[in-house]
Structure formats: C-alpha cells, structure tokens
Nanobody, 125 residues
C-alpha cells in the first residue's frame, strides 16, 4: 500500500501561479506512475497530469497543456505540479494518485489504486 499526502492548495487570483506537492511513502517501488486529478464542485473527477516513474515521462490533459508542469526529485517519490496562468475553471480539489498498473496509467478514466486526501485550489477572477 502507498500513502500519498498533498499540500500547497490555497486561494489565488486568476492569472497567478501555484505549486502543489505530493509525497509518496510505503510500497513506492511497486508504482508504475503517479498523477494529479481534480474535481470541481458538481463535476466528475478529471485527469490533469501524469508522471511515469521509470523514466520521468509526463502527460497532460489538453486543458492544462503548456500551463501545468509535473516535476519530481531523484527518488521519484515526490511529485510537484506547477500551475501557471491559472483560470477560474481550475478551481477544484486536487488529488494526487498513484497506480502500479500500466493499463490504468494510460487509461486515466479507470480508477487508480492509491489516492491522497486532496487539497483545495480556488482561483478567483
């Protein structure tokens, strides 16, 4: 089992920047990838970005491509999400997630196994 803990969520003005962090502990050696999802009020959870632990390869949702960036340290047990030029529609609870399944990693509509408690991001216009 893997424990994930997010931090960094807060209120920010539209156009501003924010950095979220996620730390993983436990059986991290079993993980194929980590990623970020978000859920806005009244909406379904959606994929934001992912990070493949074997080589650091990243992937992003079209809505955040070019504005959000995943970064990790050399252990690949810590994952940050740098968010630039934030828009009001980015307001959501952001969740760090992890999976040991290559299939689930490339199919983010499928539920990943491990989740953090979430951190609130509020973007005001």
């Amino acid at each position: 089992q893997v424990k994930l803990v997010e931090s960094g969520g807060r209120s920010v003005q539209a156009g501003g920047s924010l950095r979220l962090s996620c730390g993983a502990s436990g059986r991290t050696f079993s993980l194929f990838g980590m990623g970020w999802f978000r859920q806005a009020p009244g909406k379904e959870r959606e994929f934001v970005a992912r990070f493949r632990r074997s080589d650091g390869n990243t992937g992003y949702a079209n809505s955040v491509e070019g504005r959000f960036t995943i970064a990790s340290d050399h252990t690949r047990d810590t994952m940050d999400l740098q968010m630039e030029n934030l828009k009001a529609e980015a307001t959501a609870v952001y969740y760090c997630a992890a999976t040991s399944s290559e299939t689930r990693y490339y199919s983010p509509t499928k539920s990943w196994e491990d989740w953090g408690q979430g951190t609130q991001v509020t973007v005001s216009s």
